[in-house]
């Protein structure tokens, strides 16, 4: 399985770990069984491209955007992670509810990110482009593992969530490899429940057009 293979780049700038959730066994297990009940099937999908995996939601559960008590309550996935939730999980599960629930959606859309392995410095939350070492470092893991993972059965569209240096740097990455002929943008969701909560009716809008759109290029 991809999850048990991966492995972080080596040689990461000084202070910078990586948040790896898959060598962990009950992580390896929750993913297995999520991947079977949503994607046991031959159905190609669009991807939907975070930037890295954060410390409190797949840097727990390993499945991407997806807090335990999301994985709990709107997976159906019973786990023993301890009960918190994620500001990005919180989003992305209010608009998946209102799109139909997690079988209509992950029928079309697959979760992942630009880097499936997280990272973190000074016990924060660190991106992979958030500076021109770390960039370089992590491209060909990031260049390498979106190609396996497309082959999955990844539709020509994909969206990223992050609409500035992800999508500049994604843009980039894009251009020089050509992952996705189609490649729509919209807020990250973390941003909009620090920043934007009060306006998240409208956000919520916004992103059911955006991947109503996607869905057309299909």
């Known amino acids: 399985m991809f999850y048990e293979g991966l492995y972080a780049p080596h040689n990461l700038p000084y202070g910078v770990e990586a948040v790896h959730p898959y060598k962990q066994a009950d992580v390896r297990d929750n993913i297995k069984v999520f991947l079977n009940k949503f994607f046991c099937d031959t159905q190609k999908r669009i991807f939907v491209l975070g930037i890295n995996p954060g410390r409190f939601g797949s840097g727990i559960t390993g499945v991407p955007f997806t807090d335990p008590i ?3 309550k709107f997976c159906g996935i019973d786990n023993a992670f301890v009960k918190k939730r994620e500001l990005s ?3 992305m599960y209010t608009f998946i ?7 209509v959606f992950y029928s079309n859309f697959f979760l992942s990110a630009v880097s499936p392995i997280g990272f973190i410095r000074d016990g924060v939350n660190y991106n992979y482009y958030d500076d021109k070492d770390m960039l370089e470092i992590t491209k060909p893991f990031i260049v390498s ?8 059965g990844a539709r020509d ?9 992800n999508q500049k740097k994604f843009t980039e990455l894009n251009r020089e490899f050509g992952f996705f002929n189609h490649v729509f943008a919209i807020e990250h969701p973390r941003f909009i429940m620090q920043y934007q909560r009060k306006n998240l009716k409208e956000y919520i809008k916004k992103y059911h057009n955006v991947f109503s759109q996607a869905l057309e290029t299909c």
């Open 70 to 72: 999301a994985l709990e």
């Open 89 to 91: 999980s919180e989003l």
């Open 97 to 103: 509810n209102e799109w139909g629930g997690s079988r």
């Open 145 to 152: 593992t979106l190609q396996q993972q497309r082959s999955f």
């Open 157 to 165: 569209t994909a969206i990223l969530l992050g609409i500035g240096k």
